[in-house]
């Protein structure tokens, strides 16, 4: 076991940042719209993003210096700049989900007895909370140690935790008794989870963050067959749990004759009670809260790394400039909920959902820059890309694309 556990490295950090609160609360929203057959997207997200994280994981390891800088060196440094811009674009996206999981992970546990909105969830309360956390990351952002190191252990640790949380939750819901007969929901259904869903399973930014990842492991080319088994252990610990979440909500929610909104973390809470009874929206609101800070600072890694690098500032851990970027990267995040929060008139699953969602207009380029970087006529011998991981990172560039699109001519339908 401690072996195994051993043989999982960089793609776990990846794994964590994409298991963060928005993928719980959309996972549980498309589980009441969709049911079952939303599952063929989270099979389709997972096995698509083991493809390009372990693209990107045998691209870390094939070349000597950083992806944007060799995106620099062969197509130009303002090729490699709009790549950063969109990573960081991306992350400060994900960034606000994690912000307003924070606010909306603690609301419940300081409702009053008459359910009025506590303190915590109003103007000077959000700003408060938000203004306090961010520091607090920061602060250990600056003062951690082995940074990289600390984050492994940290992140397979919350890993692990959720993952025997909701399949124990899973367990108990799967063997209850529905109570209601299903009734058909078809003219109930929302586009936008959907796309949030499969935004924030198929997350190319994280998968791009792999190539950083495997040489601050220190792996080289005689690891790459390593790196092909840590993405496909950990992206697929991954998409059990989100299928585990959304069968889960399926069970509890979708179908009822009585309409389910989902619009804040204390209804999805309700997917609990089979388990904990009326202490589910405890332990459900302390799981958002352990899924947002576990994902909280790597997020914010992802944007502050990248964009450094592409500005050819480095992406080392310790850089200042990485450190500076990665700050900006929290600090956007926050501003960006605090402005949304103010005046919440929209739910906060809802605000997730959404944001989610909009992070598939900048995979494409991503995806397309992974496969460039793949695909160069000098990778040849040991140095080649496996032409089965090309093959899911090209299916899964036009996937990207065809979600981008739509994602698109929803926005301008609106």
């Known amino acids: ?86 990573v960081f674009g991306l992350v ?49 952002l600056y003062r951690l140690r082995h940074l990289y190191r600390s984050i492994e252990k940290i992140m397979k640790v919350l890993v692990g935790l959720m993952v025997v949380a909701f399949l124990i939750n899973f367990a108990v819901v799967l063997f209850s008794p529905r109570g209601y007969v299903p009734v058909s929901q078809e003219g109930s259904r929302e586009l936008m989870p959907l796309l949030g869903l499969m935004a924030t399973t198929f997350s190319v930014a994280g998968a791009f963050y792999q190539a950083y990842l495997v040489k601050e492991k220190g792996w080289t080319l005689t690891d790459a067959r390593r790196g092909v088994f840590d993405s496909v252990m950990s992206i697929s610990i991954l998409g059990l749990v989100t299928a585990v979440i959304l069968i889960t909500a399926t069970r509890v929610f979708h179908g009822r004759p009585e309409p389910v909104a989902l619009l804040g973390v204390g209804d999805v809470a309700r997917q609990l009670q089979p388990l904990f009874g009326s202490w589910a929206k405890v332990i459900f609101c302390v799981g958002i809260l352990a899924g947002a800070t576990s994902s909280f600072l790597v997020n914010a890694l992802v944007g502050g790394t990248v964009l450094s690098d592409a500005l050819g500032k480095g992406s080392r851990l310790q850089s200042p400039w990485l450190l500076g970027l990665t700050t900006l990267a929290l600090l956007s995040g926050m501003l960006i909920a605090l402005f949304n929060l103010q005046d919440a008139k929209i739910g906060s699953v809802t605000l997730i959902t959404v944001a989610q969602a909009l992070t598939v207009i900048g995979l494409p380029a991503l995806a397309l820059s992974l496969i460039y970087l793949g695909t160069r006529p000098e990778l040849t011998g040991n140095r080649r890309v496996p032409p089965w991981i090309i093959i899911l990172a090209i299916a899964g560039f036009i996937v990207a694309c065809v979600l981008a699109v739509r994602m698109i001519l929803l926005l301008a339908a609106r």
């Open 92 to 140: 400060a996206i994900f960034q606000f989900s994690n912000n307003v999981a924070i606010v909306s992970g603690l609301a419940p546990l300081f409702e009053s007895a008459d359910g009025s909105a506590p303190w915590i969830s109003k103007g000077s309360g959000v700003t408060l909370v938000l203004l306090g956390f961010n520091a607090f990351v920061i602060f250990c």
């Open 1 to 86: 076991m401690k072996r195994l556990l051993n043989s999982i490295g960089p793609a776990i950090i990846v794994a964590a940042i994409v298991l963060g609160p928005g993928s719980i609360l959309t996972s549980s929203k498309v589980g009441a719209l969709y049911g079952y057959p939303a599952l063929g997207i989270v099979a389709l997200s997972t096995v698509l993003l083991i493809g390009m994280v372990a693209l990107a994981a045998r691209i870390g390891v094939i070349y000597e210096d950083s992806p944007c800088d060799q995106i620099a060196s062969r197509l130009g440094r303002p090729v490699a700049v709009a790549v950063g811009l969109i």
